[in-house]
């Protein structure tokens, strides 16, 4: 099996709680390759709003789909540079 870092990077509704987003922002810079995505599912939970600014800094951040019919945005995240 392939090992991180990896190019692409694909999370769907991993910001279940406030917690969760500490966690993702912590995780990504190990699981996405410099030069690489990592693209959030997020249907519009309150964690989300606490991941924002955390990755600020180190990320990126394109807004790749709004909220259709399901309410879920894509967010389209690329690294600046390194880990």
Do not use: K, Q, T
């Amino acid at each position: 099996p392939a090992l991180p870092p990896f190019d692409l990077v694909v999370a769907a509704d991993v910001l279940y709680r406030r917690d969760n987003a500490a966690d993702v922002a912590r995780l990504l810079p190990a699981l996405v390759a410099p030069g690489g995505e990592a693209l959030i599912a997020d249907p519009g939970r309150s964690a989300a709003d606490e991941l924002w600014p955390m990755l600020r800094r180190r990320w990126r951040r394109r807004i790749s789909a709004g909220p259709g019919e399901s309410g879920v945005r894509l967010h389209r995240l690329a690294r600046r540079g390194p880990a």
